[in-house]
């Protein structure tokens, strides 16, 4: 999904959504709630999976990763 789409989709404005991407922005609350909602994804799995080295203090990166992509095969599941 490109990001206008997201930003759309999530009623935020484009620029905004790629000053998040981009780490010039740090959103806030309601626009991850948002952002989630518009990704039909689980808040805390967002905030996961967008979570670089520094946030995750202590736990690898791969293993975050694994973890992320572990909860959304879950989630997937249950829609069936």
């Known amino acids: 999904m490109s990001q206008t789409q997201l930003a759309k989709r ?3 404005d484009s620029s905004y959504v790629s000053f998040i991407e981009t780490r010039r922005r740090v959103p ?6 948002s952002i989630a909602e518009a990704l039909d994804l689980p ?13 995750l203090r202590g736990i690898p990166k791969p293993e975050a990763d694994q973890l992320a992509s572990g909860l959304l095969k879950v989630l997937l599941a249950g829609e069936r």
């Open 10 to 12: 999530a009623g935020l």
């Open 28 to 33: 806030s609350t309601k626009a991850l709630e």
């Open 43 to 55: 808040l805390y799995l967002l905030v996961l999976l967008a979570s670089g080295e520094r946030d």
